[in-house]
């Protein structure tokens, strides 16, 4: 599993309840600069149309050998998923007010750009707080147990 690129600020704004693995709908030239680790999900989205998930704002690079003159780098693309997945997330999105957040693009054993989407709640500032917190405390535990101070 090669990975292209990935949201690291996902984790800290959200609390990740559970996550899917999507294909995502790209054009040749697309998947050519993505093997080049042109690409980047920081400030993208994913929306619900009609039934169907788009990932929004998910910016590639024009490849530069391709001949496509009208190629939008920052296009939607469509997701794909089983009617069961999609079902799952669009209801829960809906129902339980989560968000649904890219969190990175890979390419699989097969060579297939796949997409890992997570559905989550969105963090208090108090909540992110507490996760500095913990996560700072656990290093510092870490130090004290390699030194044996403890």
Known sequence: MQIIASNKLANHNYLITSKFEAGIVLTGGEVKSLR??????????????NQELWLVNCY????SSS??????????????????????IIGSARKD???IIPLSIYFNSKGLVKLTIGLGKGKKKYDKRST???KEWNIKKQRLLKNNLI
């Open 60 to 63: 590639i690079k024009k490849y």
């Open 67 to 88: 001949t496509n003159l009208d190629d939008n780098p920052k296009r939607e693309k469509k997701l794909l998923l089983n009617k069961k997945e999609l079902n799952k």
């Open 132 to 134: 500095i917190k913990d």
């Open 97 to 99: 007010g989560m968000s």
């Open 36 to 49: 080049v680790n042109t690409g980047s999900i920081k400030e993208s989205y994913i929306q619900d149309k």
